[in-house]
């Protein structure tokens, strides 16, 4: 095990990457913002914005390489922008506006953690 406690020997795998759905639309989400921060202790570090593709991912992952490490790490998914700029008509306040994603990164393999989404609902789940 080195220092980030991950196998010698072998070739480095860790990413970590996301893709948002628009279930309402039936359409990927695309130009939605995205946050990522990584924990420490009770603070958090914020580490990078990105913005969806017109596929809804990311043109890279978020995480890879010597950026990719064991630990607490959150997403933010500005899903209110996002529905406010396809022309959603929300409540004020709006059901959901930001939702965040808090996850651990344990193992140096590919973590995808995509956002299903609607004005009023959402799920994600561990990819691959």
Known sequence: MNAKGYQMGKPAEGRLTTHVLDTASGQPAAGMEIALYRFNGEGRTHLKT????????CDAPLLEGGAFAPGEYELIFEVGNYLRKQGVTLPAPAFLDRVPIRFGIADDVHYHVPLLVSPYGYSTYRGS
């Open 50 to 57: 990105v913005t969806t593709n017109a596929d809804g991912r």
